[in-house]
């Protein structure tokens, strides 16, 4: 068998041989013939050109079809052979030998591939192909790449923004509407609203009540202390002094009026005692003859005792809550305090929510009291108690009972069997988002928190300039550029800090700045400058050459106890007090009628407080003064900040020289001596 094998395998093998020698033969034959010819047309054949092709496929005049066709043949047999020999020799051939092909001078394929590689591809195109004439077409050529206009601020501002926000409405600051007339916002007012608000001098509604007005009343359905359809929220950015209070106070009591049984109906979140005091003051004057019920909780009373004025039954627990007041005003410590420590105090019959000074408000995260106050408005899902997941609401202490319920929280009460029907009471709760500020907020997370529904905003345009366009006011909104009183004249002073008392002296003395409020950048420099204006102004008096009454002042910070802050504010609000020194604990909402200059002794650090220090002059239409004393390493500061909220044309830039402060200088040198000695004892 094996010897079978072997002697099939050699005949197999010589067969083989014998085919290969056979076309090896044929092979080498025609090897030698191609070198013959190269040799016999080697030199002329060696030039470029249009014969360049021929090298190859021979030159022999009218058989060259022949000769290339033959040729042709002989490669494909060549290749078999080439093939069966490396097999057989175990060697590789040397790669065949590119052709030539013809190209004009300028595109010979070796410039063209040292360029682009690519290009050197051509050399594998079909004969015909490379037989064309036309030469090959060159690349398209593409523009270099260029680096595109980076976009505007405004046009970075307005991406991504909220459609409420874009689609905000702008109000005009001019427009007002006299109250007597058919106006669609006088019109909604009631007849005793009218007579009241002209008993106390308002004879028309200011620009952003004539919006805001509409908004919460106009329709019959919004008009319900429970709403079937969730109330859309508002937001609200108007200059300071231009009647926000009033916006949201004149809706309030006129709704809030229609009420059969007391319950907490509205709740106004403010960021200090002072302004819950004046809102309450605000409220009071608007609902004289409403039967409506305010309070307010600030701390400035004992626990129990805010505790007894704002719920009626603190013995039962009442899951309806238990309220002996419609409307509470409040800061937001304080109420939640009483949301943890109160029994039945609660928000679930809220039908408005106002935040004022939303911005400052949103800013504090104490106690996480927003989302507090708003999971307090809401029905949760859950039932309370877990007695009553069972349904088994007996008359023990523990559980509590289910009177007053707030209709979007009836359903907490499982022991009523739920079936669904149309007139089902709704889920939602009625209570509509009110937010105000003269710098409201645009931080996107922090009117996230808030949950708004379908907001609308409303903003009341400056003056600073003509109306803007619709996509101008919203980029003042969004890019901070905030508005301000068109009655206000704003100015500046560069000067050496060591001056900056006698400047001050010079404006109440030469200037005639009084019913001022100053602003200074903490308590203790309020409590000093006060001190030393005090010194001052007994040195003037004593003096010879200066004559005239002492200026009274007052300092007004958070050092001092509530009782007291109220005597000085009433002491200035009945003008006793000539100018009162302030921290910014009054720059925000604090409205003092005739308050007729500010000056910030202290450069407000942003311009947020700029805008909320100098907005305590200028107020309902009336005019004042603003004044800011810059040290001269500050002035570089506060003028970038003045323009990047396109308002530093606005502030003039007033000069003291030498010789005005001379006339004052002794009588500052001798207070300042009189200040150490207070000082050191
Ligand atoms: N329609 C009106 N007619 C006359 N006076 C008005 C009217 N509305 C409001 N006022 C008065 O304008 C003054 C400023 O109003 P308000 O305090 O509401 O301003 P504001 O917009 O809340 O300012 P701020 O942003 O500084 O808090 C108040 O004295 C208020 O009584």
Request: proline letters at 6%; aromatic letters at 4%; one cysteine or more.
């Amino acid at each position: 068998m094996a010897l079978a094998s072997a002697v099939n395998a050699a005949s197999t093998s010589s067969s083989s041989t014998e085919t290969k020698t056979k076309a090896k033969k044929r092979y080498l034959k025609a090897k030698r013939e191609r070198r013959k010819t190269r040799r016999a047309t080697a030199a002329p054949s060696r030039g470029r050109g249009d014969d360049g092709d021929r090298e190859d496929e021979g030159e022999e005049g009218d058989e060259g079809t022949a000769s290339v066709n033959e040729h042709t043949t002989e490669t494909v047999k060549r290749v078999e052979v080439s093939e069966g020999d490396c097999e057989h020799e175990g060697t590789r051939r040397k790669p065949k030998k590119r052709r030539r092909l013809s190209f004009p001078e300028e595109q010979h394929p070796a410039a063209v591939a040292e360029d682009e590689p690519e290009l050197a591809h051509q050399e594998e195109t079909p004969a015909d192909a490379r037989e064309s004439p036309a030469p090959p077409a060159a690349l398209p050529a593409f523009p270099l790449p260029s680096r595109p206009d980076a976009p505007s601020k405004a046009t970075l501002a307005l991406q991504g923004l909220d459609k409420a926000i874009v689609e905000a409405e702008l109000v005009d600051p001019r427009k007002t509407v006299p109250i007597s007339t058919e106006s669609e916002a006088s019109v909604l007012l009631s007849e005793k609203t009218k007579k009241r608000l002209q008993e106390l001098g308002i004879t028309e509604l200011f620009a952003v009540q004539t919006a805001v007005i509409p908004f919460l009343m106009s329709d019959q359905k919004q008009r319900r202390l429970y709403l079937h359809d969730p109330p859309h929220d508002i937001c609200v950015s108007a200059p300071t002094g231009s009647g926000k209070t009033l916006a949201y106070v004149l809706p309030i009591v006129e709704l809030l009026s229609s009420r059969v049984i007391t319950r907490l109906r509205a709740l106004i979140v403010l960021p200090t005692r002072d302004l819950v005091t004046q809102v309450r003051e605000t409220f009071e004057a608007l609902a004289k003859g409403r039967s409506l019920k305010i309070g307010t909780a600030t701390g400035q009373h004992s626990f129990a005792h805010e505790q007894s004025q704002l719920v009626a039954d603190r013995t039962l627990r009442l899951q309806g809550g238990s309220s002996k007041i419609d409307i509470l005003i409040c800061t937001p410590g304080r109420l939640i305090d009483h949301l943890n420590g109160t029994p039945n105090f609660s928000l679930q019959h809220l039908r408005f929510l106002v935040i004022d000074e939303a911005d400052k408000l949103l800013a504090q995260s104490f106690q996480d009291w927003l989302a507090r106050v708003l999971s307090a408005t809401r029905p949760s899902e859950i039932p309370t108690s877990p007695d009553l997941v069972s349904g088994v609401a007996s008359s023990t202490d523990s559980i509590p009972t289910p009177d007053g319920l707030a209709p979007a929280f009836l359903h907490i009460f499982h022991g009523i069997p739920h079936v669904r029907t149309d007139f089902d009471e709704p889920k939602e709760t009625s209570c509509q988002k009110l937010l105000f500020s003269a710098t409201l907020t645009r931080d996107p997370s922090k009117i996230a928190a808030l949950n708004l529904r379908d907001p609308k905003y409303f903003v009341v345009q400056g003056s600073s300039r003509e109306i803007a366009t619709q996509q101008e006011g919203v980029l003042d909104l969004v890019m901070e550029k905030f508005n301000m009183p068109a009655t206000l004249l704003e100015h500046m002073i560069v000067c050496e800090s060591s001056q900056k008392p006698l400047v001050l002296f010079h404006l109440v003395h030469t200037h005639g700045v009084k019913n001022a409020l100053v602003f200074t950048k903490s308590a203790e420099s309020t409590a000093r400058l006060v001190k030393l204006f005090e010194f001052f102004e007994l040195s003037r008096i004593s003096s010879t050459e200066q004559q005239g009454s002492a200026i009274v002042l007052s300092a007004y910070s958070s050092d001092l106890a509530p009782s007291a802050r109220k005597e000085i504010l009433d002491k200035f609000k009945n003008q006793e007090t000539h100018i009162l020194v302030c921290s910014d604990l009054i720059s925000r909402g604090i409205d003092i009628s005739h308050v007729s200059h500010v000056v910030s002794y202290d450069a407000p650090v942003d311009m947020r407080k700029y805008v909320h220090r100098v907005g305590r002059t200028a107020r309902a239409g009336r005019t004042g003064d603003a004044w800011t004393l810059i040290e001269e390493q500050e002035a570089r500061h506060f003028k970038n900040m003045l323009k990047e909220a396109n308002h530093l044309n606005a502030v003039k830039r007033m000069r003291v020289s030498d010789a005005d402060l001379a006339p004052l200088k002794r009588s500052y040198e001798d207070a300042l001596t009189k200040l150490k000695e207070a000082y050191s004892r």
